[in-house]
C-alpha cells in the first residue's frame, strides 16, 4: 500500500467485511463474531451492496474466512494455557484478536506485522476508537498489541523488526500466517520458513496455503478462477499454489522438526458440522501447523 493511501489493502477490508458479514446474515451459532474490523474499515453505510458482499455468492469464502479465525485463535488460547505468552500475526491486516478477546489476550503479548502505510492506518483508527497500542517502551499486554511495520518491497527484515518491538526470541510463541503464501514466490515463502524455524523450542506455525486447481472440489475451481482473474487485475496476483505434501517437504527442509497437514474439510468439520443453514467453507485453502 501506498503512503498517499487512507486505506488499507483491499484484500484485508474484504477479509474484515466478510467476519462481520457472518454475524449480520448468518445465523447462530456464530464460529467469530467480530464487528471490529469493520469499525476500523469504515466502509460506510452502503458496504452491504458491494458485489463481493452477496450473502449467497460469498457464502464459501465467508465461511472459510471465520473458519481460519477461530482455528487460530483456538490455538493461540490452547498453547497459552501451557505458558506460550506470545502471538505473532504475519500480514495483520485488520486482524481484531486483541481487541475483541481482551481476556484471552490478557497474557500474551501480540505482535501484529504489516506494510508501515498499513500499520501507521491502523494505530490512527485504533487511536480514534478507542483501543490502546503497545510500542517496545512498553511492557505487557494491557497496552494492546505492538504494531511492527515493515517494508518488505524496500527487503527490510521483518525478523529483526520483530525483535526490536520486544519479541523474546528465547521464548515460544504461535505464529499465525493467514492468507498470505498465495502472493508470495516459493522462494519467499521458503525464505519465511526458514526464519521461523528459528523459533524457540515450543513454538508453533500455523500458516495456510492455497492448493492447486486440480486438488480442490470441482465445484469449487469457477470461484477460484474468477478470483485469480479479480487478484491480477487488482495488481495482487495469485502466484503461490501448493499441494499438501510440497508444502510439507518445504517445511522440513527449513528446519522445522515436526509438521502436519490439516484439510480445510477438518475446519469445516470441526466447526460447521451441525449447522442448519447448509454453510459450509469451500475448499482450496488448508493449513501447515509445524513445530520446533
Not at 449467497?56 to 483456538?74: C, K, M, P, T, Y
Not at 490452547?78 to 505458558?83: D, S
Not at 515463502?189 to 492448493?211: E, H, I, K, Q
Request: aromatic fraction near 8%; charge should be negative.
Amino acid at each position: 500500500m501506498d503512503e498517499d493511501k487512507s486505506v488499507p489493502d483491499h484484500t484485508a477490508v474484504r477479509v474484515a467485511l466478510w467476519r462481520a458479514l457472518h454475524v449480520r446474515v448468518d445465523p447462530p451459532p456464530h464460529v467469530l463474531r467480530d464487528e471490529v474490523g469493520l469499525r476500523l474499515a469504515g466502509p460506510g453505510a452502503n458496504w452491504r451492496r458491494r458485489p463481493d458482499m452477496d450473502p449467497l455468492a460469498s457464502g464459501g469464502a465467508r465461511a472459510a474466512i471465520v473458519a481460519r479465525a477461530r482455528f487460530v485463535e483456538d490455538l493461540v488460547a490452547e498453547r497459552a494455557g501451557h505458558g506460550v505468552d506470545q502471538y505473532v500475526v504475519l500480514g495483520a491486516g485488520l486482524d481484531s484478536f486483541a481487541q475483541r478477546r481482551p481476556q484471552a489476550a490478557a497474557g500474551v503479548r501480540v505482535f501484529e506485522i504489516d506494510q508501515p502505510a498499513t500499520q501507521a492506518w491502523k494505530r490512527r483508527r485504533l487511536a480514534e476508537l478507542g483501543y490502546p497500542t503497545a510500542d517496545a517502551a512498553h511492557d505487557g499486554p494491557p497496552h494492546g498489541p505492538h504494531l511492527v511495520p515493515v517494508d518488505f518491497e524496500a527487503g527490510e527484515d521483518w525478523w529483526e523488526r520483530l525483535a526490536d518491538a520486544g519479541f523474546d526470541r528465547a521464548r515460544p510463541a504461535v505464529v499465525a500466517c493467514t492468507g498470505v503464501t498465495l502472493y508470495l514466490t516459493k522462494e519467499a515463502t521458503a525464505d519465511t520458513l526458514r526464519r521461523l524455524a528459528r523459533l524457540a523450542p515450543g513454538s508453533t506455525l500455523a500458516m495456510t496455503f492455497l492448493l492447486p486447481a486440480e486438488l480442490i472440489d470441482p465445484a469449487d475451481r469457477a470461484m477460484l478462477e474468477a478470483t485469480k482473474v479479480r487478484a491480477r487485475a487488482a495488481g495482487t496476483p495469485f502466484i503461490g499454489f501448493y499441494a499438501p505434501d510440497e508444502m510439507l517437504a518445504l517445511a522440513r527442509d527449513a528446519g522445522f522438526r515436526h509438521v502436519r497437514h490439516l484439510p480445510g474439510a477438518t475446519l469445516a468439520d470441526r466447526y460447521f458440522a451441525d449447522r442448519t443453514d447448509g454453510l459450509r467453507p469451500s475448499s482450496g485453502e488448508d493449513f501447515l501447523l509445524a513445530s520446533v
